[in-house]
């Protein structure tokens, strides 16, 4: 029982940072362009800090919930490479970190 609650929290923590982070690496998108075609850096400087932040943070409670929740390599490898790969962190959202907190939320 305790796990179980150790565990919750954890996914729910890391579906919001998968979340965010996603959304700051797609924040580059606009933030590029305006660097480079309209010379105004700071959005990018913000945005690139937030982003490095975040990733480092999804890092770390990927690397976390693998060992609480024993995930095989390859689910940990995916999880890891969703972050490096636009809309990744949607996608392992949608087809594995809701599924894994589900089944700690009704695990008996």
Known sequence: MLQKIARQ???QTLRVVA???GISYLL???TMPLKYWYEMPEPNYYVGMAHGLLFMVYLGIVGLSALRCKWSFMNTFWSGLASLIPFGTFVMDHRFFRHELR??????
């Open 28 to 30: 580059f998108a606009v």
């Open 19 to 21: 979340i965010l982070e």
């Open 103 to 108: 089944k700690v939320r009704y695990e008996v």
């Open 9 to 11: 929290p954890l996914l």
